[in-house]
Every structure is written in structure tokens, then in C-alpha cells.
Nanobody
């Protein structure tokens, strides 16, 4: 089993920045892919960004150039630096780890006020 704990959400004005962090524990294999998803009210959960063990990243078009994902394989953590936030970024953000299974954190609320 894998446990994921997110931190760093909150309320920010449009144009501001937030940094989300996620700590993984349990049966972790660093070759797993780690990432961030988000779900806004009334919408499906969507990929924000993901990163492989080697550092290969993938971003949704809506956040490219504004968000940066990073991970520390030694500490089993993944972070998401979010800059130039927009009201459309308001959502619950979930940390994700997948290898043979698919694991989720409890989610952290990000609210961007316009």
C-alpha cells in the first residue's frame, strides 16, 4: 500500500503563486510515475502534470509555462509550483502515484480569487 499526503493549498489572488507538496510513504518504488490531478466542481478529474523517476514531465496545455512539477526520489516527494494563477485553476488538487496500482492523496483545495 501507498499513502500520499498533500499540503500547501489555500486561497490566493489571481496572478499569485502557490506551491503544493506531496509526501509518499509505504511500499514505494521510485520507478513509479508521480503526478498532480485536479477536479473543479461539476467537472471530471483531469491531469495537471506528471513526472517520471528520470524527470520526464508532462503538462496539460492549460498550465504549460505557468506550473512546474518536480520530485525528490530520495525523499519520495513531489511538488507543484503554480505561478500566474487564474480563477480557472480553482479546484481540489490530488497527488497521484502509479506503478502497478493507482494511488491518490486526500486532496487539497486551491482557490483563486479574481
Amino acid at each position: 500500500q501507498v499513502q500520499l499526503v498533500e499540503s500547501g493549498g489555500g486561497l490566493v489572488q489571481a496572478g499569485g503563486s502557490l506551491r503544493l507538496s506531496c509526501a509518499a510513504s509505504g511500499t514505494i518504488n521510485s520507478i513509479g510515475v508521480m503526478g498532480w490531478y485536479r477536479q473543479a466542481p461539476g467537472k471530471q478529474r483531469e491531469l495537471v502534470a506528471s513526472i517520471t523517476r528520470s524527470g520526464m514531465t508532462n503538462y496539460s496545455d492549460s498550465v504549460k509555462g505557468r506550473f512546474t512539477i518536480s520530485r525528490d526520489n530520495a525523499k519520495n516527494t513531489v511538488s507543484l509550483q503554480m505561478n500566474s494563477l487564474k480563477s480557472d485553476d480553482t479546484a481540489v488538487y490530488y497527488c497521484n502515484y502509479r506503478l502497478t496500482g493507482n494511488y491518490w492523496g486526500q486532496g487539497t483545495q486551491v482557490t483563486v480569487s479574481s
